[in-house]
Structure formats: C-alpha cells, structure tokens
C-alpha cells in the first residue's frame, strides 16, 4: 500500500508539473495579446499633422471662387456676395489643408492682385465659362498674365472652367483652345477641370489632382 501510494503521489506531482506551466503559458500568452490589442488601440500617439500649402485663389467676379470655397468649407451659399479685397479660408483635405486666399475679382481690385502673391505654393484660377465674350477674353488676359508672373510662374495651377451646368457654357475642350494653354502653359505644371456647385465630388478631386501637384513639388525642393 505504502508503494501504491508512493507510486500514486509521485504520479500526481508529475502530472501537477506538466500541467502549471502550460496554464501559465497559456495566461502569459493572453496577458501578452492583451497588451498588444490595448498598444494598438491606445498607444498609437496622435496622426502625423497633414502638410498645409498656401494657395492664391484669383478669378473675376462672377466667376464662382467664393461659392466654390465656401462648399468646400460646408459653408452656406445661400447669401455669397463678391470678395472685396481678400478672404482667407482652411480648406480641409484628407491628406492636406489648403489655406486658400481668394482675390476680389472686381476691376478696381484686379490691379493689386500681385500684391498678395507672395509665399504662395500654387493657384486656382476661377473662370465663369457661361460668360460673354467680352469677360472671357478679360479672363483670358489675367489668366495669361497669371502663368507669366514671376511669383507664379513656377507654381501648380488649377484651372477651373465653371458654371459647366450653364446652358451658354463653352466646354473644357473649347476653353482650353480658346485660352490657347498648350503653348503657353507648356512646361509649366497645370490642370484644367470644369467645374459647377452642384457636383462638388466632381470640385473635391480638382483640388485632390492640385494636391498631388504641391507633393510633387515639395519633393522636388527637398531634392534640390
């Protein structure tokens, strides 16, 4: 009995060995997934600040930039009146913030635009492509006139053909020729997108493209 007994206790001891350190392991392992799922969700630290690019906004009256920008903002549009002088808005991308500084397009406004081109990383050129043909050609002159500044030359533009949903509206394609942008934009990083207030999805991935541009940009500085 006192072998069979020996016997039994030893069994026991050896089985009690096997067994608490597998249960251990096994406690281990899900504090250990604990900690992961707990690092993953609560340690992760803020998200990288989005790049922010200073933008010139510049267009005629009439032609649609402040409309434009204020939908981009979620703003109302309801009781939108002419920029006088210049407004300054953040406009939230995913991957970036644009700081928009969009111009008076008036006449009496037009002639200090230059003045406020400094530091700015690219441009949007609104145009109301329902406009006659007196205004378009006004418009053809700024834009021209634009792609040649010295402070702008260098710089991404966006190009906007608005008020597509117009019946008098020239297409993207009739504009382009009209404004005669491959030769004078040739070299020169632009994009040309009609655009209306009633498809801002449409408006959004203009200014996503005009992104990518100011990123490649960036990165061609940081090369040099």
């Known amino acids: 009995m006192h072998s069979l007994h020996a016997s039994v206790s030893a069994h026991s001891r050896v089985n009690s060995g096997i067994r608490f350190p597998r249960d251990k392991s ?3 392992s899900r504090n250990y ?10 340690c992760k630290g803020p998200p990288p600040p989005r790049p922010e690019y200073d933008v010139v906004c510049i267009g005629l009256t009439g032609s649609g930039k402040t ?3 204020s939908r981009l903002c ?11 002088g210049f407004s300054i808005k953040a406009v939230p991308f995913q991957n970036a913030i644009l700081n928009v500084k969009e111009l008076g397009g008036a006449d009496s406004i037009k002639k200090y635009w230059s003045r ?4 700015s990383q690219g441009v949007v050129f609104v145009l109301d492509s329902a406009s006659s043909e007196e205004d378009l050609e006004v418009a053809r002159t700024e ?17 906007l053909a608005n008020h597509q949903d117009k019946p008098a509206a020239r297409s993207v394609q009739e504009i382009k020729k009209y404004f005669e942008l491959e030769p004078l ?10 655009s209306t207030v009633d498809n801002m999805m449409a408006v959004k991935e203009s200014f996503t493209q005009l992104i990518h541009l100011l990123e490649e940009k960036d990165q061609e500085t940081g090369r040099i």
């Open 74 to 84: 979620s703003e109302a549009t309801d009781n939108v009146v002419p920029t006088t």
């Open 26 to 28: 096994k406690k281990l």
């Open 33 to 42: 997934m604990d900690y992961l799922c707990f690092r993953t969700l609560c």
């Open 67 to 69: 409309s434009l920008l």
């Open 185 to 194: 934009a040739r070299g020169k990083s632009w994009l040309l997108e009609g």
């Open 116 to 119: 406020y081109y400094q530091g």
């Open 143 to 159: 834009l021209h006139s634009a792609l040649q500044h010295p402070q702008l030359c260098t710089l991404p533009f966006l190009i």
